[in-house]
């Protein structure tokens, strides 16, 4: 069975919320919008997003770390939010493994909300209805759009490709072979739910300095006023290619 689903790349995540800003535009010009904005500019600001980015600090002096986690609907192959739902608004899709909810049966009791262990359920406070990640549904089955471009919109959106899209299910795609090369693991797995997105873990980049690197040159600006003249160096060893 097909599983569409993210991955997220935690080494490379800059915390630039381009995906936050595309899934917001898109969801709310397609099927899933209008998504609300409550007082967007006031002092206690609120709205509904189906993506967010978690920012938090991780060590402890001098030995610390800054981690960009961006959260959203997982996907869950066992989906706490569907078998709750008293009207069946919350389901599953049999093709390829998309949790969604069908507004026009939704009542907005919020029983999902209490059964996601991980707080991505939206409430959308004007139209009392649950929003969620749809993966752009509406973006990724749309035969209008190139094939390529047939990805949510913050896959397409992140600048550092941190993001990911495929079938889990499937091991020659891409998301696969990035859970199996990196290590790729799912959030809070002792829930049960087999959550279907999964994250890359950052790893510890080598920092290398070269001898010659260290040698300090006076500023030539300093001397008589005259136009820097750059002294005659051997090349350092980031000069070639590797």
């Known amino acids: 069975m097909t599983q569409l689903a993210l991955v997220i790349d935690l ?5 630039c919320h381009a995906c936050v800003t595309s899934c917001k535009q898109w969801n ?3 099927t899933a919008g209008s998504l609300t904005d409550l007082n967007p500019y006031g002092a206690d600001p609120n709205g509904t997003f189906f993506n967010r980015v978690q920012t938090f600090e ?3 002096y001098p030995n610390t770390q800054t981690v960009h986690f ?4 997982l996907h869950c192959e066992e989906p706490p939010c569907v078998p709750v739902c008293p009207t069946g608004a919350s389901y599953k899709r049999a093709e390829d493994g998309i949790v969604l909810v069908d507004y026009d049966k939704c009542i907005g009791c919020k029983y999902c909300t ?4 991980y707080g991505a359920r939206e409430f959308d406070e004007e139209r009392k209805v649950m929003t969620k990640c749809t993966l752009c549904v509406d973006r990724i089955t749309d035969t209008a759009i190139p094939e390529a471009q047939r990805k949510p919109s913050c896959v397409i959106a992140c600048p550092a490709n941190a993001r990911l899209f495929g079938d889990v299910h499937d091991p020659e795609s891409v998301v696969s072979k990035a859970i199996a090369e990196r290590g790729g693991y799912q959030l809070m797995p002792e829930w049960g739910t087999q ?4 994250y890359l873990p950052r790893r510890k980049t080598e920092m290398r300095i070269h001898p010659e690197d260290l040698k300090r040159v006076d500023n030539p600006l300093k001397l008589d006023g005259k136009q820097p003249e750059y002294a005659n160096r051997e090349p350092g060893r980031e000069d070639f290619a590797t």
């Open 11 to 15: 080494n490379v995540c800059v915390g």
């Open 28 to 30: 709310t010009s397609g």
């Open 58 to 60: 991780v060590g402890e």
């Open 70 to 73: 961006p959260k959203s609907c």
């Open 114 to 117: 209490w059964a996601c262990p």
């Open 195 to 198: 959550p279907s997105n999964h």
